[in-house]
């Protein structure tokens, strides 16, 4: 029997969950891996909130470092689950690895601004710092990409990484109701707040999660400075709908890959064709697409968030430090990583769907696609909504195959046309 | 940098994709992860036959036996890619694993015939027998189970393990053609031979791989005779059309569960809405949906057969054997596998999808369903073709939820009746 000593710092959730999950499923977990997993501290910001476990039965720390000596017991494990960008996380985090304890963390801003520092002082101090839990909720990629296809060359990562806007964007399309209307409903419910939903929203947490991503899957230094970032605050239901009668679902994607030797790594809204399982992975799920030299896809779906999910992946973790004698947090030696580039997107072609408004008058239609042949916008298909209720009513389009660059100066010409609202939208099509 | 030295018994291929992938990619896994792969010697049935790789390059065993001890060297790892259920698969596997040599395997039926016994002797003498590429292809289901999740405690598991089959279905729903005209396509394609399609067809292939996966979710003993097994010969294109119109496909399902400490484990065609993955894991993908005590649901999809993705899991295991140091090759010590009983699924509950065919004559429909309503299936849906050709015209039925010995009894009696013909199709529906 091996005996892990665990301390946990937050207890929202997540860290309730791992809480609940130890203390029920202790034995089950002794006799089928031989570990003994034991909470010897707790830390949170209020003490006496309720809970769904007796806090009285484990030692309580007053703040999170006291965590790392309690009562003069040095813990094996700290699980982090406060989840602050820097401060008292990152301060946790450096002193538990700098003590040689172990960390699980689910804190993937942390991680993607901080973590190339992190992982050098893991790797120095000889001891693990996991993160399964910050990515994908429940879905073990981490371990997927380091572990299990560690010796495939990956080409290409793409997925949805946060399971708000997959709802929001799923309860859009359901009940036909506007961005604004279900984001209102979401927090009013619960599940989400207004700081983690500017995070959601704007692509920020999910670009969090690919900068670790692309990490591990091509030998990168961490730099979330790599990424370009788009959220969803901008997708209209005409938008979902005109997609939907194309074949077409919007999804907030988050892809990655090595293009001349730079890294491309993008969040941003795009339609993705109704025959792929990405657009059929709705409401809160996560689902990630691999595409490597030796598998044209592997494809993974799951619960993208949750205490349960997410706290399964903490386990993982545990079991990963339980087994492995290596300590190799990224699968890489930090010393290997490659100090990759961002690659100029401008070039990229793709097809693309636009949202131009104009002035609801006659001959508008005639007119503006004139307009985008000489500004050498080659249409595929386009449709007119004529009963819209504003003044300016929503012409949507789909191009050919065009680079980003000619498409956003054709783009601002024709928004400088005085019955064209200047604000069109651009969506690229998978 | 860590040398292993390789033998490949099998050149088919899966085993000439391996020669191929080291190869091309030798200084990419040494830079990658410090490990380096060397051929020390190959075997096959027929030394004289066109290969991708220049076999002159590699020492030839001419028989399995001999790469064990290859001009007095002997090699940390044999790959055996044979692929025979006992016999020289066996045999050969057996030896090296009493020689200490850690063996990686794609050989389902073989380990689910033998692998208690083998894996004993891998133990035993502290090596690894591991068979990431005898399940899914490419898809790293063993080490998702073994590994990423294994303190989840699983509730069950259920896909599609058997890409031959996948294509017939596939196929003949989208070219609307008969099971025996796809049957014939394939073979002459070169998809599959007769011997193996009567293992695929059969549901037996399915049936070995789900051995497997059974006994690593629930730390059982390997035994194939705990299985159900039917396969898809008697699924006709009315079954398949029908299916749909009521919104399902047809697939063959192997699924696994524990039922009051007993195993269920039963390879069947089923109907699966078409809202869930599962059904739209089309052609030859693989896809496996895992439920757990923490995880609602966890879906792997990607290639399940074909040499380069079976070849990325040939790897993978050779990357386990390279980082882990416990050897062990299903998770478990075996001593602490349990025996489990084979459960009786007659008294499991399920909608059925009924094929009955009759004889075309006035009033037949009006007949049976009140035959139906007297001998208790309780009728949901009810289908008749007119059109049909023979002078025994298929009338199909979705049940309610209704026991399947009760179920036979009833269908029993029907096709006794002088306007039915006595074999009647029943599949349960998901």
């Not at 031989?34 to 707790?42: D, K, S």
């Not at 419910?189 to 700081?195: L, V």
């Not at 991503?213 to 901008?234: P, T, Y």
């Not at 680079?403 to 064209?420: A, P, R, T, Y």
């Amino acid at each position: 029997m091996k005996k892990l000593k665990i301390c946990i710092a937050g207890l929202g959730n997540v860290g309730s969950s791992v809480v609940n999950l130890i203390e029920k499923n202790s034995s089950y977990v002794e006799t089928k891996s031989h570990l003994n997993l034991e909470i010897i501290g707790l830390s949170a910001k209020n003490k006496n909130k309720e809970r769904s476990f007796d806090i009285k039965k484990y030692k309580w720390a007053e703040t999170p470092i006291d965590l790392l000596n309690i009562n003069d017991a040095k813990p094996d494990i700290l699980i982090e689950l406060i989840g602050y960008e820097k401060g008292i996380s990152y301060d946790l985090v450096k002193s538990a690895l700098n003590q040689k304890i172990h960390v699980v963390t689910g804190n993937k801003a942390m991680l993607a601004l901080h973590g190339q520092e992190l992982f050098n002082i893991a790797e120095k101090n000889k001891v693990s710092l996991l993160f399964e839990a910050a990515v994908a909720g429940g879905i073990p990629i981490i371990k997927t990409i380091k572990n299990n296809i560690f010796l495939n060359k990956i080409k290409k990562i793409s997925g949805i990484l946060n399971g708000t806007t997959n709802y929001i964007l799923t309860t859009m399309e359901y009940q036909n109701k506007s961005f604004n209307d279900v984001l209102e409903d979401a927090k009013q419910k619960g599940f989400t707040s207004d700081h983690e939903s500017k995070l959601d929203i704007g692509g920020y947490d999910a670009a969090h999660k690919l900068t670790l991503l692309s990490s591990i899957a091509f030998g990168g230094e961490i730099d979330f400075n790599l990424n370009e970032i788009e959220g969803i605050q901008n997708i209209t239901i005409e938008d979902i709908n005109f997609a939907k009668q194309l074949g077409y679902r919007i999804k907030l994607i988050s892809e990655t890959c090595v293009i001349d030797n730079k890294i491309y790594s993008s969040t941003k809204p795009k339609l993705i064709s109704l025959d792929k399982p990405l657009a059929n992975a709705n409401n809160a799920l996560n689902a990630i697409n691999i595409e490597t030299d030796q598998l044209q896809n592997l494809y993974l779906e799951g619960e993208g968030a949750g205490g349960l999910p997410t706290a399964s992946s903490i386990l993982s973790d545990i079991f990963e430090i339980a087994s492995n004698s290596e300590f190799r947090s990224t699968g890489y030696k930090t010393g290997q990583l490659i100090e990759y580039q961002k690659f100029d997107s401008s070039n990229i072609e793709s097809k693309f769907f636009l949202r131009i408004r104009v002035i609801d008058q006659s001959g508008v239609l005639s007119k503006i696609t004139s307009y985008l042949n000489e500004y050498n916008i080659s249409v595929e298909k386009i449709l007119q909504f004529a009963d819209s209720k504003e003044n300016h009513i929503p012409i949507l389009i789909t191009t050919h195959k065009i680079k980003m660059s000619e498409l956003l100066n054709s783009v601002k010409k024709i928004g400088d046309l005085e019955f064209v609202d200047e604000n069109i939208s651009i969506i690229p099509i998978e």
